[in-house]
C-alpha cells in the first residue's frame, strides 16, 4: 500500500481546519497540501515515498498549483528537504499534540 492525500487550499500552510472539514478542489490554482503520505514498512527506502512525491508534482503543475505544503515531525525533517521541501519553521497545529513543522515546495 501506498498512497499520499490531502486538498487544494488557498492556505499557505496547513491549519488544522482541513482536519475536519472538506471542499471540493478548484480544477488549477491554490496549494496542494498533504496530510498523509505512506508507504507499506516493506517497501520502505526503496524510493517509493520519493517517487509518490515526484509524481504529486507532477500533477500540480498540470493543475497550476503554486506549490505542496505539508506539516510534519521534526525527524521527518530531512527527508522533505531532501525532496526539495524548505523547512519554514514551526507549526501554529496542535493536531495530536505534536509539535508540527511547515514544509513547503514552490512550484
Not at 500552510?13 to 516493506?42: C, K, M, V
Not at 497545529?93 to 514552490?106: A, F, T
Amino acid at each position: 500500500m501506498r498512497y499520499v492525500v490531502g486538498p487544494v487550499t488557498e492556505e499557505r500552510y496547513i491549519t488544522d481546519e482541513l482536519f475536519s472539514r472538506s471542499t471540493p478542489n478548484p480544477q488549477e490554482g491554490g496549494s496542494q497540501t498533504i496530510l498523509s503520505l505512506a508507504t507499506n514498512p516493506d517497501f520502505q527506502g526503496l524510493g517509493v515515498a520519493s517517487a509518490l512525491l515526484k509524481e504529486l508534482e507532477r500533477v500540480c503543475r498540470t493543475k497550476k498549483r503554486i506549490g505542496i505544503s505539508l506539516t510534519c515531525l521534526e525527524r521527518l525533517i530531512p527527508f522533505y528537504e531532501r525532496q526539495g521541501y524548505t523547512n519554514e519553521g514551526v507549526s501554529a497545529s496542535e493536531h495530536g499534540g505534536e509539535k508540527w513543522y511547515n514544509l513547503v515546495r514552490i512550484l
